[in-house]
T-cell receptor, first 113, second 110 residues
């Protein structure tokens, strides 16, 4: 079946612009996670959704970052007024429950020039 | 305390050798310890996982050793193959989220 789908796969934007990154989780998966992967920094937790609610937003780096999930399915991560330090690969993962493994998409590579 | 410390950062192993990657944690509330494998351009994928009531788990050539008292766990890859060349992440679960180590880039020499 279809895995986690992320779009776009690559995004180049100018400093100061807003960007939206999209994640389509595996159908039926109730949990959805966003992570950021920077060179040498591993996978940095950003936010977690259970259904449409975000019980844990503790990883969002600043108020320029926000995320929403609608219909218990698609999620959008928005970065406002992008900065060069936002350049990274943004990974989305979904899971059928907290005791189940995470299934990752292939990520969106964001480059801020 | 919400950290998982992983070492080494990079590792080179001869084909057929044993690859060993180590992780340490501080928070005793962590209750699930997975390892993920990531190939270039792809998202990480679950390789093997262990819970703290077990000291060892083996799946094929991959083994997790878990030392609860030392708060350490490690991944052993036996008979390492060039196809195992990838980045490996240890992880732990506090509550509903998974936190990851910084990763180990493994290269298996043919």
């Amino acid at each position: 079946g279809a895995g986690v789908s992320q779009s776009p796969s690559n995004k180049v934007t100018e400093k100061g612009k807003d960007v939206e990154l999209r994640c389509d989780p595996i159908s039926g998966h109730t949990a959805l996670y966003w992570y950021r992967q920077s060179l040498g920094q591993g996978l940095e937790f950003l936010i977690y959704f259970q259904g449409n609610s975000a019980p844990d937003k503790s990883g969002l780096p600043s108020d320029r970052f926000s995320a929403e999930r609608t219909g218990g399915s698609v999620s959008t991560l928005t970065i406002q007024r992008t900065q060069q330090e936002d350049s990274a690969v943004y990974l989305c993962a979904s899971s059928s429950g907290i005791n189940s493994p995470l299934h990752f998409g292939n990520g969106t590579r964001l480059t801020v020039t | 305390q919400q950290q998982v410390k992983q070492s080494p950062q990079s590792l080179i192993v001869q084909k057929g050798g044993i690859s060993i990657i180590n992780c340490a944690y501080e928070n005793t509330a962590f209750d699930y310890f997975p390892w993920y494998q990531q190939f270039p351009g792809k998202g990480p994928a679950l390789l093997i996982a262990i819970r703290p009531d077990v000291s060892e788990k083996k799946e094929g050539r991959f083994t997790i050793s878990f030392n609860k008292s030392a708060k350490q766990f490690s991944l052993h890859i036996m008979d390492s193959q060039p196809g195992d060349s990838a980045t490996y992440f240890c992880a732990a679960r506090p509550g509903d989220k998974i936190i990851f180590g910084k990763g180990t880039r493994l290269h298996i020499l043919p």
